[in-house]
């Protein structure tokens, strides 16, 4: 006869846990969602050679293949513009203007959210904000919203 009212119990429990994890995932969701297409740049400057490193991240709600399919296309078109290495299979390249060098690589979050991670290093005036321009276009292109996040 005491089995029952435990039953219960172990019941109640386990759908609140359920309920827990269910808001849990909400708010991770709530989160993420904010967080896709927000282009966030961070810049360093060595003091030494007076180098300038930049870095823009941004997660797009599209397959990676398709963000790196576009992105290498105006990459490959852009003038002035070398690419200096490729590995489709892992989403990457490298770039270079002659004074500066770049690389991006597009990362799977997910079947169809992806990770763009863009660096670049060299002389100043920083390429980044032309990048960061080509990122907003591909954007465009691929019909989802990416915006310039305020410094």
Not at 41 to 49: G, N, Y
Not at 73 to 99: C, H, K, M, Y
């Amino acid at each position: 006869m005491t089995r029952a009212p435990l039953r219960a119990s172990t019941l109640v429990v386990g759908f609140i846990c359920i309920l827990a994890s269910g808001l849990a995932d909400a708010q991770w969701v709530l989160l993420a969602r904010r967080a896709i297409g927000r282009i966030e740049q961070m810049q360093q400057q060595t003091p030494q050679s007076g180098e300038v490193m930049d870095t823009a991240t941004v997660i797009i709600d599209a397959p990676a293949d398709r963000v790196y399919a576009i992105l290498a296309q105006r990459i490959r078109a852009a003038p002035a513009v070398t690419v200096t290495r490729t590995d489709d299979a892992n989403r990457s390249l490298e770039f270079s203007n002659g004074s500066q060098i770049a690389s991006m690589r597009v990362t799977v979050l997910g079947d169809s959210l992806a990770q763009l991670l863009v660096s670049a290093a060299g002389a100043q005036p920083s390429p980044m904000p032309l990048i960061v321009d080509h990122i907003l276009a591909a954007c465009k292109e691929l019909k989802v919203e990416c915006e310039r996040t305020q410094k």
